[in-house]
Nanobody, 121 residues
Framework: VQLQASGGGLVQAGGSLRLSCIASGRASSSYSMGWFRQAPGKEREFVGAISWSGSDTYYTDSVKGRFTISRDSTGNIVYLLMNNLKPEDTAIYYC???????????????WGQGTLVTVSS
């Protein structure tokens, strides 16, 4: 499975961005998808995940109520809608594919290249 993340950019605090992750390859739509982020000088952290069917979503506490994960009808595109962005959301955001939508990187076998989100105060 190949993953291509896009949609990052510079936004002011309180603004919104929507990241996309396009999955391609064999059975790509049957994978659960996760979003992770890595801020400068920090470890990669879990942001949220969506099950392969799209029926279940999971979020880390710091983004609950602000971020929404969804996937399109083909199952091959996953979105991360980020509202009310804060400077502490600044990071490189990665999408990942795995069998289970777990909160740790070990659940995921395939990773995209990352897209940079910068939130200015």
């Amino acid at each position: 499975v190949q993953l291509q993340a896009s949609g990052g950019g510079l936004v002011q605090a309180g603004g919104s961005l929507r990241l996309s992750c396009i999955a391609s390859g064999r059975a790509s739509s049957s994978y659960s998808m996760g979003w992770f982020r890595q801020a400068p000088g920090k470890e990669r952290e879990f942001v949220g995940a969506i099950s392969w069917s799209g029926s279940d979503t999971y979020y880390t506490d710091s983004v609950k109520g602000r971020f929404t994960i969804s996937r399109d009808s083909t199952g091959n595109i996953v979105y991360l809608l980020m509202n009310n962005l804060k400077p502490e959301d600044t990071a490189i955001y990665y999408c990942a594919a795995g069998v289970h939508p777990g909160p740790h990187s070990r659940y995921y076998d395939h990773w995209g290249q990352g897209t940079l989100v910068t939130v200015s105060s």
